[in-house]
């Protein structure tokens, strides 16, 4: 006896380019909705880190220059002048814009051998920064020295 099997419908198999270009759309949806969210987070972290390092570089300048104005200022016969323009200078060679430079005592004149000398400059973070100063608006930054008169 001869069986005839039912027939069995058969789908037009789809063509390999189809299935590539379904597969491409929906993996370059998935990489737009992946940058629109990432991106951002990607670009806040970048600015982030270059605010934090114009700080610390801001900062060091402030340290380095309060050393020097301390080392001028203790020197005998040293002269408010003096430290002010040591500090000047170095913070204009540095970039630092909106500084204060305090001194205590006021007169590096006043000292005798072994007296404390202190020298305090401040400068706000916003004036000094790269990208706007958005991360560290009302950041003061402060560095002080002191050291023994010769």
């Known amino acids: 006896m ?15 380019r189809r299935r590539k ?12 909705v992946e940058l629109a969210v990432c991106l951002p987070l990607l670009v806040m972290i970048t600015l982030a880190t ?4 114009a700080m610390i570089y801001t900062q060091q300048a402030l340290h380095t220059t309060a050393f020097e104005g301390c080392r001028v200022g ?7 002048e003096n430290v002010n323009f040591q500090c000047q200078s ?10 204060t430079i305090s001194m205590d005592p006021a007169d590096p004149e006043d000292l005798s051998e072994g007296d404390w000398f ?7 973070f916003v004036d000094n920064s790269l990208v706007g ?3 560290y608006n009302e950041k003061l930054l402060t560095r002080t020295v002191a050291l023994r008169a010769e």
């Open 2 to 16: 001869c069986s005839t099997a039912s027939p069995v419908p058969t789908r037009r198999p789809t063509s390999r």
């Open 21 to 32: 270009q379904a597969s491409f759309v929906g993996r370059s949806a998935v990489a737009v």
């Open 50 to 53: 270059i605010e934090a390092c």
């Open 74 to 80: 203790i020197v005998p016969g040293a002269e408010v």
């Open 90 to 99: 170095l913070l204009e060679d540095h970039g630092v814009e909106g500084f």
């Open 118 to 124: 202190t020298v305090t400059i401040n400068a706000p």
């Open 133 to 135: 100063g958005w991360l």
